[in-house]
């Protein structure tokens, strides 16, 4: 008996397929294709094969503020790792427990900053942190610390590490919010009998959940990774795109910009943007390769 071509589901897959391709494949293959090419004063297109890579990497004019960017989205990367998804398994630990008051209006008050705009957020933390007019100081000096204020955004040593934890403010309800839902979905007869069995609430989660919800921290961890490395509003939106003071916060994204667009002094070059946007590309590809060869295969044989 002959099948009947399945054209129901070509059907419900066209239209998320022409969206994806038009908007995000496409254009991703023309930034790749772009970054093998060289533009004159007159706009022709010359092809340079890997030229706009090895200045970018090599060059000194070009290389020192790449791996400048480079570093810094590291450390940005590292602060919402050692803050941010700790921080966010803790709260949904303690909202996963039974008996907890106002677990709900918590939960949303941590979870609101998350649907607010990057740029309110930076200019609200922005008249926070002013020396001249910001509360910060004030604040801080209802618990005699305000010997300690210092103008943190204006300072080289510690900008980045700010906006960072301002991210952090910002976005730990994001890993709270799947943490809590991985928690939520461990079987209650297994914590059931593990009481039974006379195992105490730590040991139970050190050994039963944490062990369960191992593939949820998998997944956060690989979408701070890309989120971090994909980062730019924030520090364009506080510290505008040249990432000062001294280019101390610039990151992939700031670096991109002025790389493509041009500000100031700088004279965008879309070849040569659309080659740092490959080398952005294929630092989160690697990474997200690492997770799945490395990480992913690890759980996958534990969850056997």
């Not at 009998?193 to 369960?212: M, N, V």
Request: proline share 5%; no cysteine; net charge neutral.
């Amino acid at each position: 008996m002959k099948k009947n071509f399945p054209w129901h589901i070509i059907v419900f897959l066209a239209p998320a397929v022409i969206i994806y391709s038009m908007f995000s494949a496409l254009p991703l293959i023309d930034t790749l294709r772009l970054s093998f090419y060289t533009t004159n004063d007159a706009g022709v297109h010359t092809f340079v094969g890997m030229s706009n890579f090895h200045t970018i990497l090599f060059d000194p004019d070009w290389s020192a503020a790449f791996w400048n960017a480079m570093w810094n989205n590291v450390k940005f990367f590292a602060v919402h790792m050692l803050l941010q998804n700790p921080i966010g398994l803790l709260l949904a630990t303690l909202f996963s427990l039974k008996g907890l008051r106002w677990a709900r209006s918590y939960r949303t008050l941590i979870f609101l900053p998350t649907l607010l705009s990057v740029v309110i957020i930076g200019f609200i933390w922005q008249l926070i942190l002013s020396p001249l007019w910001g509360v910060g100081e004030k604040l801080m000096g209802f618990v005699g610390l305000e010997n300690y204020f210092a103008p943190w955004l204006g300072q080289e040593t510690t900008a980045l590490i700010t906006l960072s934890l301002i991210s952090v403010w910002q976005y730990i309800g994001i890993p709270m919010m799947l943490i809590y839902a991985a928690l939520l979905a461990v079987p209650e007869e297994i914590i059931e009998a593990a009481y039974a069995e006379g195992a105490s609430s730590f040991r139970i989660f050190w050994q039963i959940k944490l062990p369960l919800i191992l593939p949820t921290l998998g997944l956060v961890t690989i979408l701070t990774f890309v989120a971090n490395f994909n980062a730019f509003d924030l520090i364009y939106s506080v510290k505008g795109a040249l990432a000062g003071p001294n280019y101390s916060t610039d990151l992939l994204g700031t670096y991109f910009y002025r790389t493509f667009f041009g500000y100031q002094a700088q004279i965008g070059s879309p070849t040569m943007g659309a080659a740092v946007a490959t080398l952005m590309f294929l630092v989160i590809l690697m990474g997200v390769a690492v997770y799945f060869y490395v990480v992913q295969r690890k759980l996958t044989r534990y969850e056997l």
